[in-house]
Every structure is written in C-alpha cells, then in structure tokens.
C-alpha cells in the first residue's frame, strides 16, 4: 500500500457542503478512493454509495450496488490494492464484497469541533446554526397542527399533534423552508349549537371571563347530559347552528366571544409548551363562497350524487368510500370545509408544500379530502402531505383522573419539585425551581411521547417518564446541565483562545473520537428528519449523546487534568457537545436547562 498522499486535494460534489456538514469531507475521499480504483464509477455515484457507520469503521461502500459484474469482492479488492492514505481516511479494507474506510481521527476531531464552534458562537447570522442546511431556500411549507376545538379542554390528544407538529416547524425552518405554521380551530358546527342552548341555561359570564375553555367545556357536558334524555335539545342546536351558518348576527355574537377568549387561554398553554403560531386559523374562517364554488365544481364535473338529499362524492373505485360534502339539511360539514379552505390557503400562501399534522384515526378522511382536491385537477393538491401518528393510551392523573393538559404540565412540575428538593445543595443554586421542575416536567411528556416512531401508539407511563435514569426527558436534561457547568467549575481554563490554537489532537482517547464522531452525524440527523417526518431519531441521537457523555467525565477529565493543554481541549470537546445536545433540544421545542 503506498505512503500518505501529502497533495490530495478535496474535489466538490453536488449536493455537499464541507464547511457545515463535517463528514462530508470524509465521505468525498472515501469517495475519491473508489473512483481510483474504479474509475468507471462517477464521483457522484460514489459518493452516494458512502454510507456512515457499519459493523466496523467509520464509513462502508457495497460494491454490488454498482452493479458492475462478475464478483464484487474482487472490485473491492482493486479499491483496496489502489488505495492511498490521505489527510481525511487514514485506512481501507476490503472485507469480501464490502470497503470498510477509517477517517483520520486527528482530521476528525479537529475538523468537527471547529466547524461546530464556528457554527454556534461565530455564525454569519448570530444565531447558532450547526445542523441547519438550505435544501429547502426559496420554498414555503404551511404547517396545519394542533387544532383543538373551542370550548373544550385541550387534552392530551391534542398533545401529539402539537409536539410533532411545532418539531417539524423547526426541522423545516432549520432546512431553509420558509414556514407558515397554522392552528385550524375546531370553531364551527353543530356543537356550538349546542353550547348556545346550554348556555342560556348554565352559562355564567363571570365564569367565562375566569376561564372561557374550562367553562365552555362544563356548558358542553351539561348540555349533552340534558340532550340524551331530550332529543329536542338537539333540534334546538341545529337550529341554532343554521342561524350561526345563514350569518345571523344575534347567533354570532356569543360565539365571537366564546372564540376569542378561548384563543387567549389556548396562547397561553402553548407558550408553557414552548409553541408559537404564525395564524390562528378555523373552520369558521373558511369562506362559504369558496365552499361553494368548490361543490359547484365537483357538479359540473359528475362527480357529485345525490344520498338521501345528502350530497356524496363516490371514490369506491380508490377504496376510499363515498365522501359527503354537503348534508341533507343544507349545512356544510367539514371535508367540505377543508376543501374550501384548502383552496382560500393556496391562494394566500402560494405554498409549496402543505402539512396536515393529524392523528391516524382521521386516515381515511385526509385520504378521502386528497382525493377530492385531486379529481378537481388543482396541480398543487400533490404537493398536500398527511404525516399521521398513533394515540396516547392512559393518559391520566397519577389518581386516574380523565385528563387535560395543564394538570398533566402541573403534576409533572410538582414531581420533578419534590425531586429537586431532595438535594439542599444543588436545589439553593436554582434562580427559579418552579420554572425549572415544569421545563423539566414538559421535557419528560415531549421526551415519552417523541421516543417511538410517531405511527405506534404508546401508553402514557407515570414513573418511567419522570425517571432521572435511561432512555428519558430527566436524564436528557440533566446531561446538558453537567455540560453546562463544566465552565462554572474550570475557571482557571476559560475563556477559552480561539479553536484554531486548541491543541485538538490530544484528544486521541477513543471515548473523545467517538463523541466527535457522534456529533459530526447531526447535520445527517437533522435531514433524516426532515425526509421522514420523524422525531424520534432526533430523541436517539440526543440519547446517545447523553449516554456517551456519561460514560467519559470519569476517564476524559477535565479538573485534574494534570496537562493543561489537554484538560483545555477536553473542555472545548464537552462545550461543543453541550452546543450541540441544545441545538437537538431545541428542534424538539424543549428549552435546555442550565441548571437543575
């Protein structure tokens, strides 16, 4: 094999970037040394076969996937013969159809904490940007999540749609998207038929003014007790919806109230759960004349029957049933809503993509909705997405209480309290312990809930979510709060110089190469989440990195460090990886905590 090369010169590619992405670098040499050996493969297509990780070294190539003929063990074996060490891949093996490629680790480490401390505390915007790309420049993605319905409590089933939902706001954001993220409020229907008669009965304005939703909510339930032993209550609440729908001002009043006030106190949950929204959007917003115009467009089409004087879109042929659009009384029901509002979004936002963040029991509607926009030929109905997710199961209080989100927030908060109390110490040093047992409190339900591949269903668990131990939102924290208060215990050491004159290659330990390696993923981490929608490899990656950085601060010392230069370098590895497990919790939209 023949001696370092001491000219290589890294070539571009497309679709890489060195300067921000670290493992770019090493996959392009790894790269560059397929295509010496082979050099009837491109360097694009080699590049694309680089894939991180494996069972051994740091990066693998299956040579099969070129497709080139004969055996590929004997093609890898011509990559192997070919092969020159560089300043990125320091070693290459053939191992049967498979090249296992081991990056430099000097280069490695070097490399991918400057690019992170350039990235966080010297970027061109002031805001740190390590992990953040722009894939998505010049594009714009309106986000639908959360969505509760007025007048009730916002309960745990909306949880999830609003976790995942303000995540991909950020992971979209973080890409370059420009994103619009939209709350579509269940404010309109027969229900609020039913809350005008309940609350000429049971209402109390002073209640209301208190807390509109958990008043509305009590309203609701009373209501519904009368109207299954009166069906004429429910008579009396179409009605009055019809009026509200035929935009009657006397019926509209209340419910204007009734809106408004609900919105302020849903603002003020959403902010405790680190949530913002561009609009507040609703059913109610959707104009009737777009409604319409697109009922008028499906007659003119064919494609609407007549059910039972109930208008219905027949989609048996793609197993999607028969979709009602209008019903027999006149009034619109929500597909028609969505359809409507759809069309009214476009025209606003000129979107180039559309998110509906909504709970996998709804399948079949966003299914049979996609294909009403898609029969009415509007060209960006494709560009429409569904990213669906499973239920909560039991869900409740510690007592077993049915459950809303604020006493979920509260309990959780009051536990993680009593916990922090337990040491005198650390809990004297805390600005504020009540803002922090909630932050870690939320931390713990976001972290439960975004754990699993969003489609599985999961079951609430009280003292596995709460844990300070394993694979949880506690433990997740508290590793960033060590990270955090390594500088606080090193004073002698800060402030550090600049990167450039830290003696990074001290850091030749394999527990530090393998945290630099961890933290060079995160840019790949981020994208994944981005193709797939899913939180959940974020939470891994998070995870790892909290679990490797437990198991260094007993080998790679800082305090006590007899050699300076070195405790130096340690440090700037650990601030780098506290940079880095902020940046993925806050693309979770949980707030990393200095102390706990």
Same mark, same amino acid.
């Given at each position: 094999?023949?001696?370092?090369?001491?000219?290589?010169?890294?070539?571009?590619?497309? =679709?890489?970037?060195?300067?921000?992405?670290?493992?770019?670098?090493?996959?392009?040499?790894?790269?560059?040394?397929?295509?010496?050996?082979?050099?009837?493969?491109?360097?694009?297509?080699?590049? /694309?076969?680089?894939?991180?990780?494996? $069972?051994?070294?740091?990066?693998?190539?299956?040579?099969?996937?070129?497709?080139?003929?004969?055996?590929?063990?004997?093609?890898?074996?011509?990559?192997?013969?070919?092969?020159?060490?560089?300043? !990125?891949?320091?070693?290459?093996?053939?191992?049967?159809?498979?090249?296992?490629?081991?990056?430099?680790?000097?280069?490695?480490?070097?490399?991918?904490?400057?690019?992170?401390?350039?990235?966080?505390?010297?970027?061109?915007?002031?805001?740190?940007?390590?992990?953040?790309?722009?894939? &998505? $420049?010049?594009?714009?993605?309106?986000?639908?999540?959360?969505?509760?319905?007025?007048? $009730?409590?916002?309960?745990?089933?909306?949880?999830?749609?609003?976790?995942?939902?303000?995540?991909?706001?950020?992971?979209?954001?973080?890409?370059?998207?420009?994103?619009?993220?939209?709350? !579509?409020?269940?404010?309109?229907?027969?229900?609020?038929?039913?809350?005008?008669?309940?609350?000429? +009965?049971?209402?109390?304005?002073?209640?209301?003014?208190? %807390?509109?939703?958990?008043?509305?909510?009590?309203?609701?339930? +009373?209501? =519904?007790?009368?109207? /299954?032993?009166?069906?004429?209550?429910?008579?009396?609440?179409?009605?009055?919806?019809?009026?509200?729908?035929?935009?009657?001002?006397?019926?509209?009043?209340?419910?204007?109230?009734?809106?408004?006030?609900?919105?302020? +106190?849903?603002?003020?949950?959403?902010?405790?759960?680190?949530?913002?929204? /561009?609009?507040?959007? &609703?059913?109610?917003?959707?104009?009737?004349?777009?409604?319409?115009?697109?009922?008028?467009?499906?007659?003119?089409?064919?494609?609407?029957?007549?059910?039972?004087?109930?208008?219905?879109?027949?989609?048996?042929?793609?197993?999607? &049933?028969?979709?009602?659009?209008?019903? $027999?009384?006149?009034?619109?029901?929500?597909?028609?809503?969505?359809?409507?509002?759809?069309?009214?979004?476009?025209?606003?936002?000129?979107?180039?993509?559309?998110?509906?963040?909504?709970?996998?029991?709804?399948?079949?509607?966003?299914?049979?909705?996609?294909?009403?926009?898609?029969?009415?030929?509007?060209?960006?109905?494709?560009?429409?997405?569904?990213?669906?997710?499973?239920?909560?199961?039991?869900?409740?209080?510690?007592?077993?209480?049915?459950?809303?989100?604020?006493?979920?927030?509260?309990?959780?908060?009051?536990?993680?309290?009593?916990?922090?109390?337990?040491?005198?110490?650390?809990?004297?040093?805390?600005?504020?312990?009540?803002?922090?047992?909630?932050?870690?409190?939320?931390?713990?339900?976001?972290?439960?809930?975004?754990?699993?591949?969003?489609? =599985?269903?999961?079951?609430?668990?009280?003292?596995?979510?709460?844990?300070?131990?394993? %694979?949880?939102?506690?433990?997740?924290?508290?590793?960033?709060?060590?990270?955090?208060?390594?500088?606080?215990?090193?004073? =002698?050491?800060?402030?550090?110089?600049?990167?450039?004159?830290?003696?990074?290659?001290?850091?030749?330990?394999?527990?530090?190469?393998?945290?630099?390696?961890?933290?060079?993923?995160?840019?790949?981490?981020?994208?994944?989440?981005?193709?797939?929608?899913?939180?959940?490899?974020?939470?891994?990656?998070?995870?790892?990195?909290?679990?490797?950085?437990?198991?260094?601060?007993?080998?790679?010392?800082?305090?006590?460090?007899?050699?300076?230069?070195?405790?130096?370098?340690?440090?700037?590895? !650990?601030?780098?990886?506290? %940079?880095?497990?902020?940046?993925?919790?806050?693309?979770?939209?949980?707030?990393?905590?200095?102390?706990?």
């Amino acid at each position: 094999m023949a001696t370092t090369s001491d000219t290589f010169v890294l070539p571009s590619v497309p =679709n890489t970037d060195v300067a921000t992405c670290p493992l770019d670098a090493f996959r392009i040499a790894a790269a560059v040394s397929v295509t010496k050996g082979l050099p009837e493969i491109s360097l694009e297509k080699a590049f /694309d076969a680089v894939l991180t990780g494996g $069972k051994a070294g740091d990066f693998t190539v299956a040579v099969a996937r070129f497709k080139l003929g004969g055996k590929p063990d004997q093609w890898a074996k011509k990559v192997e013969e070919a092969f020159v060490p560089n300043e !990125y891949i320091e070693k290459l093996e053939a191992q049967g159809a498979f090249l296992v490629f081991w990056a430099r680790t000097s280069t490695l480490v070097r490399n991918v904490l400057t690019t992170i401390d350039g990235l966080t505390h010297h970027s061109p915007t002031g805001q740190p940007t390590y992990g953040s790309s722009e894939v &998505g $420049k010049g594009k714009k993605v309106v986000i639908e999540y959360s969505s509760p319905n007025i007048a $009730k409590q916002f309960h745990v089933g909306h949880l999830r749609s609003t976790i995942i939902g303000a995540f991909l706001t950020n992971v979209y954001k973080a890409c370059g998207w420009e994103v619009v993220s939209l709350n !579509y409020l269940g404010d309109w229907g027969k229900q609020f038929g039913l809350i005008a008669v309940g609350f000429e +009965k049971y209402g109390s304005e002073e209640e209301l003014e208190k %807390d509109a939703i958990k008043h509305l909510y009590d309203v609701y339930v +009373k209501i =519904n007790k009368d109207a /299954d032993e009166d069906p004429t209550v429910h008579d009396a609440a179409r009605a009055y919806f019809k009026r509200m729908e035929d935009g009657e001002e006397s019926a509209l009043v209340h419910w204007r109230k009734w809106r408004e006030l609900s919105i302020e +106190k849903y603002k003020e949950e959403y902010a405790r759960l680190n949530v913002h929204f /561009d609009v507040y959007s &609703g059913e109610s917003q959707v104009g009737k004349e777009s409604q319409d115009q697109a009922l008028d467009r499906l007659e003119q089409m064919g494609l609407v029957k007549d059910s039972d004087g109930a208008k219905v879109v027949d989609l048996e042929e793609w197993k999607l &049933g028969r979709a009602v659009v209008r019903k $027999k009384d006149g009034t619109s029901i929500y597909l028609t809503r969505d359809i409507g509002g759809a069309v009214e979004r476009y025209e606003k936002y000129k979107f180039d993509k559309m998110i509906y963040v909504v709970a996998s029991q709804q399948d079949l509607h966003l299914a049979q909705f996609f294909k009403v926009l898609n029969l009415l030929e509007y060209p960006w109905a494709a560009t429409l997405e569904h990213v669906n997710f499973g239920m909560v199961q039991g869900m409740s209080t510690r007592k077993g209480t049915a459950v809303f989100l604020d006493q979920i927030i509260t309990e959780a908060g009051k536990v993680m309290h009593e916990q922090m109390k337990t040491n005198e110490e650390k809990y004297k040093t805390i600005e504020d312990p009540e803002y922090t047992s909630r932050e870690i409190g939320i931390t713990a339900i976001k972290i439960q809930d975004m754990s699993a591949k969003r489609i =599985n269903n999961y079951t609430f668990n009280w003292s596995r979510m709460l844990s300070f131990e394993g %694979d949880t939102g506690p433990y997740i924290q508290y590793a960033h709060v060590r990270l955090a208060s390594i500088e606080r215990k090193n004073p =002698n050491l800060v402030p550090l110089p600049s990167s450039s004159e830290i003696k990074t290659d001290l850091l030749d330990e394999p527990k530090a190469r393998e945290i630099a390696f961890m933290l060079a993923t995160y840019p790949e981490v981020v994208k994944t989440a981005l193709q797939r929608h899913e939180p959940s490899g974020v939470v891994t990656f998070s995870m790892k990195l909290a679990h490797m950085i437990a198991s260094a601060w007993e080998t790679l010392l800082v305090k006590g460090e007899p050699n300076e230069d070195k405790a130096r370098a340690r440090l700037f590895m !650990y601030i780098c990886a506290r %940079d880095v497990l902020g940046a993925a919790l806050r693309l979770l939209s949980i707030t990393p905590l200095e102390r706990m």
